[in-house]
């Protein structure tokens, strides 16, 4: 890839990570994108031309080639010098055994793809053994047999981006490539903004209290998780990375039909005041939450050497991030981390009920009205919780291992343009995270289906004795369909 590279800055410059950055800032996002070569073309993307196209879209994206860097406790930032590029890793591969027909044939199930299709070791982001830095850029091309296809994995860590700018960037690269390829002569313009200071002008004066769980998480001290923001992003990164490798959890794939989810949300609003609005992620949030409480037993609260057994576990939790450029009416196309850590909660005993319209609706009501609090003045109290706490954004971490039978998280990736990741060769037959994303705490994205499927497709990760009974809700199986 060194041959391809050019200076992404004249002169050192530095990003220094916002207050919002460092929330998740230490986990990875790994994506793999399946493409056919319907005509058997013998040139079939090319690696030349990818890394050229990759080349130039690192001129518009420089915060990928930079060093991350921690001068101070919660401080991180992003030195890009072209003096000391951190070269992104390109890497190909040829698979003599795994054609593109035998992965469509399994629905492009996890256990059926290349084995060494994912180049990064977990889902936290973990220096390169040659350099000793994290690198921001890990690409994979692998040709798999007798030129069917080509699988591509990318990750880029939250260091560096979120999800809005995991995608910008790889839709940007794609259509450089598409230019280049049709040799358009003029290349596409990259007006991105990397520059974390153009969040402020956004955030009002006003500011709104953040819920008393996220205060008390954020403000309370935690020595082990204090001590881990301490360390430099290469030693949290091995760390997180052995820890998370003391567990293993199980993956399936689930597709929810638009009619399913239109039915869905029918029967929710019917049960709910007239003029409610409710969204399909409401309703797949109410959905999760209720099966996978309902999956397992809860766990007895337990006395300690001097103290009493504490009062069981009130409320059920589910943590979703939100991503708030719309709601601050961001116009610039900002590549950097804008997200909220919402927490959604219900009373252990109204979700624990078996799951019918009713009861559905009640779950559905408690995310709809999280999700409408936030305002701009809620992200402003937010901003100012985490800016005079430098070592809070590592303390979830504790409330996740104290709760992973009544917690869960929600992502949803349905707005991001997926299969518009086109490189001139067709777009992708199916895009999904990887198996860096299971584990044995229980999360959940929901993306969007390849094209010519509607509705939305679920990937959830729990471990094996709560995914075994969600496999056999009644509720969840009469409204999902196992994709594998």
């Given amino acids: 890839m060194d041959e391809y590279m050019k200076p992404t800055a004249s002169k050192p410059e530095r990003i220094a990570l916002s207050a919002f950055d460092n929330h998740g800032s230490y986990t990875n996002i790994p994506y793999a994108f399946f493409y056919e070569n319907a005509d058997g073309s013998s040139d079939f993307m090319p690696t030349s031309l990818l890394k050229e196209s990759l080349a130039r879209a690192l001129q518009d994206f420089p915060v990928l080639t930079g060093v991350v860097r921690m001068p101070a406790r919660g401080k ?96 940007h690269w794609a259509s450089i490539m598409r230019a280049m390829k049709h040799d358009d002569g003029r290349l596409p313009e990259g007006d991105f903004c990397h520059d974390r200071s153009c969040i402020y002008k956004y955030l009002p004066e006003e500011k709104t209290s953040i819920d008393p769980l996220s205060q008390s998480i954020y403000t309370t001290a935690n020595f082990f998780c204090d001590t881990l923001a301490y360390l430099s992003p290469t030693v949290l990164g091995r760390l997180m990375t052995k820890l998370s490798k003391l567990s293993t959890g199980e993956g399936h794939l689930f597709h929810v039909t638009q009619e399913k989810l239109q039915s869905l949300r029918n029967s929710v609003r019917e049960n709910l005041p007239a003029g409610t609005a409710i969204s399909a992620n409401d309703v797949l949030c109410a959905m999760l939450m209720r099966t996978f409480c309902q999956s397992q037993p809860l766990p007895e609260p337990k006395a300690g050497w001097f103290t009493a057994a504490p009062e069981p576990e009130s409320h059920f939790t589910i943590r979703m ?30 979700v624990s009920q078996p799951t019918t319209p009713e009861t559905l609706a009640r779950s559905a009501l408690h995310v709809r009205k999280t999700t409408e609090s936030v305002t701009p003045s809620l992200v402003s109290g937010f901003h100012d919780t985490f800016s005079q706490q430098p070592t809070c954004h590592l303390r979830p971490l504790s409330f996740a291992a104290s709760h992973t039978k009544t917690s869960l998280i929600t992502t949803s990736h349905t707005r991001f343009e997926l299969y518009d990741v086109d490189f001139g060769y067709g777009r992708p037959r199916f895009a999904s995270l990887t198996p860096l994303f299971a584990g044995s705490y229980t999360m959940a994205a929901f993306l969007p289906p390849p094209p010519g499927v ?27 369909r196992l994709v594998w």
Wanted: with cysteine; aromatic share 12%.
């Fill in 321 to 350: 991030p939100c991503d708030v450029r719309p709601r601050l009416g961001m116009t610039e196309k900002f590549t950097g981390n804008l997200i909220l850590p919402m927490f959604i909660r219900q009373p252990m005993d109204e």
């Fill in 454 to 480: 509607d509705g939305v497709y679920i990937l959830l990760t729990s471990n094996v004795e709560a995914m075994g009974n969600i496999l056999e809700n009644k509720f969840w199986k009469e409204n999902t």
């Fill in 76 to 171: 991180i930032h992003i030195e890009i010098d072209p003096g000391h590029v951190n070269t992104p890793q390109f890497q190909e591969s040829f698979n003599e055994t795994i054609t593109f027909q035998a992965l469509k044939d399994t629905g492009f199930a996890w256990s059926a793809w290349p084995e060494n299709l994912v180049t990064v070791a977990s889902g936290f982001a973990t220096p390169d053994p040659k350099t000793g830095e994290i690198v921001l850029l890990y690409v994979h091309v692998v040709r798999l047999k007798q030129n069917t296809g080509v699988a591509l994995f990318t990750n880029i860590p939250h260091y560096a981006v979120d999800g809005y700018g995991y995608f910008a960037f790889l839709n």
